[in-house]
């Protein structure tokens, strides 16, 4: 049975990038390597629209979390949280356990965050040092207004701006420089379309002023020397060489493409997909500004979401996402990232029809598919 992945991470990797992967390794202390290092050091640069330096960890994307924490605060130190989801309360975790005091806006699932939220607790709570948020909520598909809230910390020289970007870089525009953003974390997992293992930061020079004051431990994660060692073209530990090699691949894919063009595919495959199953009469998990990363939907009422996606899994081979927490069991899941296209996408909705039908929900047959492919079927 042939496979498709359509989850918010891992996501499908492009074969001529699992074949440059498959080349025979190299070492990292080579002329060879970094040549490639400093293709990739550009490449970044060039999706997160950044003149500062994009640091590649090998780490998941909480790794990046983790060092955006660690290289920017001090213990004492009071945080913001943005917490609408799993991945909101990460940073709250993360931030606990590094001794930094959380300030949490709690935002129900499903919604983005009001700035005006944001710029309320900072005007009467002069102590907090950083904003922390997800660009791109994945656990709920909700994209919260990161170019409003920077709007409101640029203009504070002692707020940094903290972003989860991981669902975010690469699929719609989040300009670090333009927007003033302060430090951003990206993955190799999501619209990177690699395996995981890679994380990227890029941290402002606002950002580099609080690290100098910055007393939290960092070790593997120290910034400083992923910094020094980056205007070599090397990492202070071992890199992860081959999942590199694979970045200056898709780098090289990304530019031909070009950052509009890659927006733009996103955004289509988002709406497509979207308008698929609302016109089976599903609703959307996302109850304000969806992030095209990921369509989160509610299964039909008296439908286990879970057996919505074995079913997919076991009869056509494909793996969506279910629900976390209080969404799990109600919601599914799909991406719109890596190497997936509209062919993909009519398949995943004509696919979920059928399982819907085995599982007794009424609804127009084929409608669902035809939307999508109304969408999706011409240029």
């Known amino acids: 049975m042939k496979r498709y992945l359509f989850t918010p991470g891992p996501v499908p990797v492009p ?6 992967m498959a080349k025979p390794i190299i070492h990292h202390r080579t002329a060879e390597f970094e040549n490639i290092f400093a293709e990739a050091r550009e490449g970044l640069k060039y999706v997160f629209q950044t ?16 060092g955006a924490v660690a290289n920017t605060l001090s213990s004492g130190d009071k945080a913001l949280v943005v917490n609408g989801g799993k991945f909101g309360e990460r940073w709250m975790k993360i931030c606990q356990a590094f001794g930094v005091e959380v300030h949490e806006i709690k935002v129900e699932w499903g919604n983005a965050v009001d700035p005006q939220q ?16 997800q660009a791109s909520e994945t656990s ?25 970007g991981i669902t975010a870089v690469g699929v719609f525009p989040i300009p670090f420089d333009e927007w003033g953003i302060d430090v951003l974390v990206g993955g190799s997992q999501k619209a990177f379309m690699l395996p995981p293992g890679l994380a990227f930061v890029a941290m402002s020079q606002k950002a580099w002023k609080f690290n100098e004051k910055s007393n939290l431990p960092k070790f593997y994660f120290d910034f400083k020397r992923y910094l020094k060692d980056a205007k070599n073209n090397t990492t202070p530990w071992t890199p992860a060489v081959t999942l ?5 691949a898709v780098l090289r894919r990304f530019k031909e ?23 089976i009469g599903l609703e959307l998990f996302a109850k304000n500004s969806p992030s095209p990363a990921l369509t989160a939907a509610f299964a039909p009422s008296g439908i286990n979401a879970g057996a919505i996606i074995s079913r997919l899994r076991e009869r056509f081979g494909m793996t969506l996402a279910g629900g976390q927490d209080q969404a799990k069991g109600k919601i599914f899941r799909i991406s719109h990232m890596g190497f997936i296209d509209r062919a993909d996408i009519i398949a ?13 929900y009424d609804f127009e047959f084929g409608a669902g598919t035809k939307r999508a492919s109304e969408i999706l079927g011409t240029e």
Do not use: N, W
């Open 15 to 20: 074969e001529e990038i699992l074949l440059e």
């Open 51 to 66: 003149r500062e330096e994009v640091f590649i960890l090998a780490s998941s994307g909480t790794g990046g979390m983790e």
């Open 140 to 164: 709920t598909g909700v994209m919260h207004p990161v170019k409003d809230i920077a709007e409101i910390t640029r203009q504070r020289d002692d707020v940094l701006l903290i972003v989860d």
């Open 348 to 360: 995943v909705i004509s696919a979920i029809e059928c399982v819907l039908k085995d599982l007794g």
């Open 244 to 248: 590199i090699i694979g970045l200056a």
């Open 118 to 133: 944001i710029e309320e607790v900072l005007k009467k709570d002069s102590s907090i040092r950083a904003v922390l948020v």
């Open 257 to 279: 493409e070009g950052l509009e063009k890659i927006y733009t595919r996103h955004a289509r495959l988002a709406h497509g997909t979207r308008e698929g199953l609302k016109a």
